[in-house]
């Protein structure tokens, strides 16, 4: 009783000094998925963070809107293609800091430094135990042989997920070839593109198709859920470009009101300490080379990664689009 | 309050239109106010426009919007038949026939409104997909591919979904016009030798023309502007298009042109249907008596008990049995005392919404009752639009509104030397309340006109000739006449306002969490079953005030 008295008492001499420094996020990325991280930090640093969650899309239209008086000090997306939008439209300032350069490898980042990636999202291809040889695959090209006819599954070329990974395979093969590849998997498909990676995955445990491209979490959520489902994941393109990943990251914003506070949150999310929860919570890849991902997801194996810089992803993500509409994959 | 004249609408005498020609009165200025509200909005909208991209259209108009085009028009007439069949039956069986187990389903067949769209379109899909228990069972019997299942992903998916959550908007407009159909009326109706399917063909279904006319717009309108459904359906229509400009091809602007052309499209549409009923009166003698009910007998009565029993297990039972069946599963991760905060934040906001929605929609109602002249019926069509866009794109340009109204005030005070900054108005339940009556008065606005529609202006009239005030005449004739209609509104927006996302994720204030917000937290990464819970409890919070309707309407008649 005692004891907590003491502690209330602290606190409210304490909490007039805090209350001065609030850091203001807009996040696309899920509460779920940053409040814990937030609750350690305020606790470690008194620091307040307050936060909405939305889209991406909605979010940015809310800071351009409101301009030099928007209370958002940092904008938080699960998407390089968003974060590179955001620095188009200006809403985001350029941070130069060593501990972000160190932590970061540079293909994560903005070369302008605007924006930072906080984890990776691997998107692989994943097939059936009972009915595929893990040596019958190879590469995302690959799925548009004729040997796969009848047996991919793909989630909507509305996922920014998909919008991604063909803008890269734009960035490395050019527009002709990505287009073949892309008429290939529409042509080897089983059935209509499913509108989420999880029932995609189902689809291929029941029988009604074998292969599949998915991010690694969903994988991994679906794995939990069930564990003896029949499913596993290849790694392709390892002889080459290596496999798709994209992150989630956040930015500093043009206006924000409390600028430094926000650069020191964004250095310690990329800090060893919160690197290895930002990326448990959803089963993703830490960014920073010097933290190992979860143990079920290193269970998953090693694999080479694709390192171009995500930014591309951003910039050639009309093209992808226009492509993928032409190639008459919904 | 004895009627004697016949429910002749002829003989109703009604205001000249127009009586104070080119003069503006207080109902132009307050249904102009109202619609001003709405415009703005919608006019930033329309202000996409200004930076058209030529580009991007022509690749659109190449590869997708003929399909889209199609498809929307497909689900539009899909769901338009299927809405006005099964809400006009429904609510004539419930509220003019009896059969075993009626006083049930007269309110359980609103539930379904409480159901989220897209959530429904969720579970029918995890049930019925090839993956689903469904046609996994089916497999386990006859073997894969020896029987025929149909494929839910489908366009014929997408309008059952569709059809059985909007339903109850035509159910419980035309459950309200049925219930204040006078006795003489379907009496003399009924000497005349007429079966119950003949007074309902002949006599009711006329009548209730303009309720049934507004509740079928409602579900249009939300059909036109749907995305989620469509979208877990990854049926492509014109939305879809929408939300590809602006999420995927980055431009709000040609995401705006598109809304405005479907809010153009809706425009034309309630112009053209006002146009048509505006000589058309629908007026019937209030409290002349209970009209006696058909006596459904035998295997009639109970054949229509299973069938009903069949349809609100499909559209309630079931989804709701696997709903709570996933939210089992995640309630220990799910579940706890933030649920409280987020019960809190939903109900208030939904019962603020839904008072003053119908207050504005009142106002509405009787600007058009008192002044039937073109100008009005052109404020009230521009005031209802705004349940016709899709939800984020009117959040967006709500939200732009209010932060030019923002910055406006601080150049205000920077001019009169005084130094603000921040927000004043963004992220205020304020601003959240504003977005809402923009969003639902047409929700609103429906059953309170066709209620209105049905008190003969003779009543007003002779009260007044008896001395009767502005406010008396308010408080003792149309507010008790008009209570199933205002109940109705009110709970429609309630309902409506606790479902709604885009607005409510945008503008709400830090903190202000809804059940419609943690639903979205989940469905957003793919975590469907633990969005049960958020989404069950948004179900049962929706039971209370529909019961409570039906309970306060059937206590009047």
């Known amino acids: 009783m005692k004891k907590t008295l003491i502690a209330l008492i602290g606190l409210a001499i304490a909490l007039p000094v805090y ?11 899920k509460e779920h998925l940053i409040k814990p991280l937030f609750d350690i930090y305020t606790e470690k640093t008194g620091v307040q963070i307050r936060y909405i969650t939305d889209k ?82 190879s590469s995302y090209e690959d799925l548009a042989a004729p040997k796969w006819k009848g047996r991919l599954c793909l989630r909507t070329s509305k996922k920014v997920y998909n919008q991604s990974l063909v803008a890269m ?106 690197q290895q929860q930002f990326a448990a919570l959803n089963m993703e890849y830490p960014v920073n080379p010097g933290v190992k991902p979860d143990a079920l997801v290193a269970s998953w194996g090693e694999f080479k990664a694709d390192d171009l810089n995500v930014a591309l992803a951003g910039k050639l993500q009309a093209q992808a689009i226009k492509l993928m509409d032409r190639a008459g994959y919904r | 309050m004895h009627e004697t004249t016949p429910d002749n609408p002829a003989l109703t005498p009604e205001p000249r239109a127009s009586r104070l020609p080119g003069r503006l009165n207080k109902w132009h200025i307050a249904s102009g106010a109202l619609a001003l509200l709405v415009a703005i909005p919608l006019l930033i909208v329309f202000s996409g426009w200004l930076q058209p991209d030529t580009e991007l259209w022509s690749h659109l108009v190449e590869t997708l919007l003929s399909q889209l085009f199609i498809n929307t028009i497909k689900l539009v007439i899909g769901v338009g038949i299927g809405v006005m069949l099964l809400g006009v039956s429904l609510a004539w069986l419930t509220t003019r026939c009896d059969f075993p187990g009626r006083s049930l389903f007269d309110w359980m067949l609103m539930l379904p409104l409480a159901i989220p769209a897209y959530v429904m379109a969720f579970v029918a899909i995890a049930l019925l997909d090839f993956s689903g228990p469904v046609q996994t069972t089916l497999r386990d019997w006859f073997g894969p591919g020896n ?71 409602l579900a249009l309108m939300e059909t036109l502007a749907d995305f989620g459904t469509v979208a877990t359906f990854n049926y492509d229509t014109f939305t879809t298009a929408i939300y590809k400009a602006w999420f995927g091809f980055f431009s ?21 249907e006002r146009a048509t009923r505006r000589r058309a009166e629908y007026q019937d003698t209030m409290r002349s008596g209970k009209p006696p009910r058909f006596i459904l007998q035998g295997w009639r009565g109970w054949g229509i008990t299973v069938s009903l029993s069949l349809l609100f297990s499909i559209a309630f039972l079931i989804p709701f049995i696997q709903l709570c069946l996933w939210a089992l599963d995640s309630i220990r991760e799910e579940f706890d005392a933030r649920y409280l905060g987020l019960l809190y934040h939903t109900l208030l906001l939904g019962l603020l919404a839904a008072l003053l929605t119908s207050a504005c929609a009142l106002v509405l109602g009787f600007a058009r009752r008192y002044q039937r002249d073109r100008l009005t019926t052109l404020t009230v069509s521009i005031a209802t639009l705004g349940y016709a866009l899709p939800g984020s794109v009117l959040a967006v340009g709500i939200m732009i509104a209010l932060s030019q109204a923002d910055n406006f005030i601080h150049s205000l005070t920077a001019y009169a030397g ?140």
């Not at chain 1, 593109?193 to 689809?203: C, E, G, I, R, Y």
């Not at chain 1, 990943?245 to 800090?271: C, F, P, Y």
């Not at chain 2, 109850?168 to 159909?181: E, G, K």
């Open chain 1, 169 to 274: 395979m734009i960035a490395r093969h050019g527009e002709a070839k990505t287009s073949q590849v892309i008429e290939g998997w529409v042509s080897n498909l089983a059935t209509a593109p499913f509108s989420n990676d999880t029932k995609m995955m189902q689809a291929i445990a029941a029988g009604q198709c074998d292969v599949g491209i998915v991010n690694t979490y969903y994988f991994g959520r679906l794995k939990k859920k069930d564990p003896n489902v029949k499913l596993a994941l290849f790694w392709p393109n390892q002889d080459d470009a290596g496999v798709h990943i994209n992150i989630s990251g956040a930015g500093i914003t043009q206006h924000a009101k409390n600028r430094d506070a926000a650069v020191r949150l964004l250095e310690w999310l990329s800090s060893a300490e919160a």
């Open chain 1, 56 to 137: 991406a899309a909605p979010l940015l239209a809310r800071i351009k809107a409101e301009g030099a008086n928007t209370p958002a000090d940092m904008l938080m997306t699960v998407d390089a293609g968003n974060l590179w939008q955001a620095a188009e439209e200006g809403v985001l300032s350029p941070v130069t800091s060593d501990i972000l350069q160190n932590n970061i490898p540079a293909h994560l980042r903005d070369p302008d430094n605007r924006w930072f990636g906080l984890s990776i999202r691997a998107r692989t291809i994943v097939y059936s135990t009972d009915r595929v040889q893990p040596n019958e695959l």
């Open chain 2, 418 to 557: 005084l130094n603000t900054s921040g927000q004043i108005l963004g992220g205020s339940v304020f601003a959240l309340l504003i977005a809402y009556i923009i969003r639902f008065m047409a929700v609103a606005h429906g059953p309170i006109e066709t209620g209105l529609s049905r008190i003969r202006y003779s009543l007003p009239e002779a009260a007044r000739t008896l001395g009767a005030t502005p406010r008396q005449i308010l408080s003792r004739i149309y507010l008790p006449l008009l209570r199933p209609g205002l109940l109705t509104a009110m709970l429609l927006v309630l309902v409506d306002t606790m479902k709604e996302m885009p607005a409510t994720l945008l503008m709400r204030p830090f903190g202000w969490d809804t059940l419609a917000v943690r639903i979205y937290e989940m469905t957003s990464e793919g975590e469907w079953e633990r969005a049960a819970l958020p989404a069950i409890t948004l179900v049962l919070v929706g039971l209370l005030p529909v019961i409570l309707l039906v309970r306060k309407t059937l206590q009047d008649h």
């Open chain 2, 147 to 217: 029987f025929w299942f149909p494929e839910i992903r489908s366009t014929w998916g997408v309008i059952t979904v569709m059809v059985l959550v909007l339903y109850p908007y035509v159910y419980m407009l035309a459950r309200s016009a049925f219930l204040t159909q006078g006795r003489s009326t379907l009496e003399a109706a009924q000497t005349l030798g007429y079966g119950p399917l003949e007074v309902f063909r002949r006599v009711a279904l006329p009548m209730a023309r303009p309720a049934i006319v507004a509740g079928t717009s």
């Open chain 1, 19 to 29: 209350a001065t420094e609030t850091i203001t996020v807009y996040s696309a990325r």
């Open chain 2, 252 to 272: 709000l602007q040609t995401a705006s042109q598109l809304a405005s052309l479907l809010l153009l499209f809706v425009f034309v549409s309630l112009i053209t």
